[in-house]
Antibody, heavy 116, light 110 residues
């Protein structure tokens, strides 16, 4: 059974750093892209960027490039989304998702709350 | 920012048919296939339709999809209470070089 299991909810202060994770199982982790998708409170889904775990090639949506970093460790079938300096506007639910098109499996989401 | 436009809400009584539209452009829907997702906030979205009108294994045939030009639609026939959720369309966007999602439609079963 394909599963993407994400790390737990986080509460951070503005300016702090954060890395959240997404562990894949039930399939060959290097066979499919992992994307990260943001959902701000009461809003829709936004694609942030993706990584190819086989070679760690990434590409980002212009809206998120330079503000987040996507990485992966294929030895432990895990992808990451990280911020070096969080803002209050980063408060959102973040989902990881598998495959280029269509996205077929999603993680359960990680709620990130940034508040002073 | 969502690039695909959906109505914010749709509703029906049990057993009725509900249709949700999704409007895009030449760089996404017109050039690529459309997928649809069922989403209960705080849970993992679930793929309902891919390649415009294909259902993954396990998705009831009450759900059907279609596409024409720069628009697509999802139909739910025989509406059931468990169909209450948010529904999102999605398509690859050649300009973004990534997927774009719809604004989302909340379906209510009256």
């Amino acid at each position: 059974e394909v599963q993407l299991v994400q790390s737990g909810a986080e509460v951070k202060k503005p300016g702090e750093s954060l890395r959240i994770s997404c562990k894949g199982s039930g399939y060959s982790f290097t066979s499919h892209w992992i994307s990260w998708v943001r959902q701000m409170p009461g809003k829709g889904l936004e694609w942030m960027g993706r990584i190819d775990p086989s070679d760690s090639y990434t590409n980002y949506s212009p809206s998120f490039r330079g503000h987040v970093t996507i990485s992966a460790d294929k030895s432990i079938s895990t992808a990451y989304l990280q911020w070096s300096s969080l803002k209050a506007s980063d408060t959102a639910m973040y989902y990881c998702a598998r495959r280029r098109e269509p996205i077929d499996y999603w993680g359960q989401g990680t709620l990130v709350t940034v508040s002073s | 920012q969502s690039v695909l436009t959906q109505p914010p809400s749709a509703s029906g009584t049990p057993g009725q048919r509900v249709t949700i539209s999704c409007s895009g452009s030449g760089s996404n829907i017109e050039s690529n296939t459309v997928s649809w997702y069922h989403h209960l906030p705080g849970t993992a979205p679930k793929l309902l339709i891919y390649s415009n009108n294909q259902r993954p294994s396990g998705v009831p045939d009450r759900f059907s999809g279609s596409k024409s030009g720069t628009s697509a639609s999802l139909a739910i026939s025989g509406l059931q209470s468990e169909d209450e959720a948010d529904y999102y369309c999605a398509a690859w966007d050649d300009s973004l070089n990534g997927p774009v999602f719809g604004t989302g439609t909340k379906v209510t079963v009256l």
